[in-house]
């Protein structure tokens, strides 16, 4: 018998339950066959990556692997839901290399004003399909550095439909936040966030996200929002909790060496 599952630990919201189920619903598009537990499920998307990564929720972990590496995880299998650190430590003592640890935060309260000062700044929508928009989105990401624009996600070649800018007199871009469906529950949109690197730590990049929920709210109120980030990046971590975004799950990621030919 499947268990109704829900965000448990304290967390309730519809927002969280949505996230829950889409997790849940992925892995059964992809051949879940159990819902308690550890399950090991391939996932063609990260064919070649040899990459898995742990998806805890209330009373089942589920592991999204690379089809060539199931066999490595078969023995985390079992009835027990095993935690994010738990599936780190196991493969990483069998010789696979920590990627890293996940923040997954959903709005299950309300939407937060961060405290911030953006004098001489405006908030603009920007469009992904104008030239004009694209180069000034493209001037930030060259200041911030591609490590930056791995972080947040971003293909500039496809630029996210929705993005909301802090913007100074002259047209420059300080800070920008943009968001596009997450490929396990597309009702949610996955938050991006680039701010200057002379202005950070003045919350700037908040409002930026502050802008893009509340347009959200107001063109597609269905939506939801969803912020997710590296546990190491105590900024982008910072952000989410001055929005009152809530940490709903860890997720840890591992690679696997290549097999041998």
């Known amino acids: 018998r499947r268990p109704q599952l829900s965000a448990g630990s304290g967390i309730v919201g519809d927002a969280a339950d949505l996230y829950v189920e889409g997790v849940r619903q992925q892995a059964i598009g992809l051949g879940l066959d159990v819902y308690t537990g550890t399950a090991i499920v391939a ?3 990260r064919a070649g990556s040899r990459t898995a990564t742990s998806y805890p929720v209330p009373g089942l972990t589920v592991v999204f692997a690379d089809p060539s590496v199931i066999e490595l995880l078969a023995p985390l299998a079992g009835p027990r839901a095993i935690t994010t ?3 780190v430590d196991a493969e990483t003592r069998l010789g696979a290399e920590f990627v890293g640890i996940g923040h997954q935060r959903v709005l299950v309260g309300p939407l937060l004003v961060p405290d911030a000062d953006p004098t001489g700044l405006t908030v603009r929508m920007l469009h ?5 928009d694209r180069q000034r989105i493209a001037d930030l990401v060259e200041v911030c550095g591609p490590d930056d624009a791995d ?3 971003l293909n500039l070649d496809e630029p ?7 913007v100074d007199a002259d047209g420059r ?3 920008y936040a943009s968001g596009r469906p997450w490929e396990v ?3 949610f949109d996955d938050i991006g966030v680039h701010t200057h690197p002379s202005i ?3 919350r700037l990049g908040a409002l930026a996200v502050l802008g893009f929920v509340e347009h959200q709210r107001r063109t597609a109120p269905d939506r939801r929002p969803l912020y997710r980030c590296n546990a190491e990046n105590i900024g982008s971590n910072r952000t989410a909790e001055a929005l009152g975004f809530t940490l709903i799950q860890r997720i840890g990621a591992v690679s696997f060496p290549d097999a041998p030919i």
């Open 43 to 45: 996932d063609g998307e």
């Open 85 to 87: 650190d738990e599936f």
């Open 128 to 132: 992904g399909d104008d030239a004009l």
């Open 151 to 153: 972080e947040a996600d």
């Open 160 to 166: 996210d439909p929705v993005i909301a800018a802090l």
């Open 173 to 175: 871009v300080a800070a």
């Open 185 to 187: 529950e597309r009702r």
């Open 200 to 202: 950070r730590g003045r």
